[in-house]
């Protein structure tokens, strides 16, 4: 069995006006490594592609340890943990924003939240949305962003599910941007530079085949047109091929959900040379039978996170098995 765990910020401190940025710290990292190691064996990318290949057999209860979005900061502070526990890890990096020194539309949304409280965000974002004539509304949206964003306040999951999923790409950046030049006016390539990997970092981490595409922008991948979804995987493994002169074998979907990871696009992202990929459904993989859908927990669900159902004695036999497009 593989149980995936993933993590996306850790720094020292979180010290933001307003709760928009949610992470650990490297002691709090360090710590649920520490306890999860005595749940099973962690395993590298490589050992998790020879596995999917049929050329080797994964630990009898496997544990792999991923980061999306490709923050510096988990270069600059849960690598150097990771290294000291002797400890693999994947690193799935969307390329655009390193490459043309942008923010992602879903790291503008953190920060944004960080920088406003919550009402005064809505307020600028429905008042934007009323002069240009964009619909900023869905009847299920509270509960479907209850649903997947599990740990923030229903009004702020409400909101974000409005914002990835509800709304038209273009009608979303156009809102988040324009709200984002307001509050960061003319900072977003210092931004960009200072909260994404630089290419040396990048480098070090292909040289360990710890690096795997998030596509090239942090988009829904299986709401996207067939053509524009192969697009953000081509563009993205050929720039990682670029920086670390190694193809990338690994996908993580943007976003992770059922509607983001559909068949069409892993069909597509196989055709483009990746072998396994990551949904965020949260359950095990007992086996590795369509690695394109494996399923992955937030740290937050696994013992040591901040809402974990289970004993770290009893993770692999207590959690369930995935069921996203299992035949």
């Not at 953190?110 to 005064?120: G, Q």
Request: charged content about 25%.
């Amino acid at each position: 069995m593989l149980i995936a765990v993933n993590f996306h910020y850790v720094r020292p401190v979180f010290d933001a006006p307003y709760p928009g940025i949610h992470g650990i710290t490297p002691d709090q990292f360090e710590a649920q490594l520490k306890l999860l190691a005595g749940a099973g064996t962690f395993v590298s990318a490589v050992e998790v592609l020879a596995a999917v290949r049929g050329e080797a057999r994964l630990a009898e209860r496997a544990l792999v340890v991923t980061f999306d979005d490709g923050l510096r900061e988990q270069y600059e502070h849960a690598l150097p943990v990771l290294r000291r526990l002797g400890i693999p890890a994947i690193f799935f990096i969307n390329t655009r924003p390193i490459a043309e020194a942008k923010v992602s539309s879903v790291h503008k949304i953190h920060l944004l939240r960080a920088n406003l409280p919550a009402a005064e965000f809505v307020k600028r974002m429905q008042a934007g949305a009323n002069q240009r004539g964009i619909q900023f509304e869905s009847n299920d949206a509270c509960q479907k962003g209850v649903e997947h964003y599990r740990y923030d306040e229903p009004e702020t999951a409400t909101l974000k599910y409005l914002l990835n999923f509800v709304l038209a790409a273009e009608d979303r950046d156009l809102l988040i941007d324009l709200l984002f030049d307001d509050v960061f006016p003319n900072r977003e390539a210092k931004i960009s530079r200072e909260l994404y990997l630089d290419l040396k970092q990048i480098a070090d981490l292909g040289s360990q085949q710890s690096i795997g595409t998030h596509a090239h922008e942090h988009l829904p991948l299986g709401l996207l047109p067939e053509e524009a979804a192969q697009r953000q995987i081509r563009e993205s493994s050929l720039l990682i091929e670029q920086w670390t002169l190694r193809r990338p074998f690994a996908l993580s979907y943007p976003y992770g959900s059922r509607e983001a990871s559909s068949p069409s696009v892993a069909t597509a992202a196989q055709r483009l040379g990746i072998e396994f990929a990551f949904t965020m459904e949260r359950a095990a993989n007992r086996d590795l039978h369509d690695p394109m859908h494996l399923a992955r927990f937030d740290n937050n669900d696994v013992p040591g996170g901040k809402a974990s159902r289970w004993h770290v004695d009893d993770l692999f036999a207590a959690v369930s098995p995935r069921t996203w497009y299992t035949k």
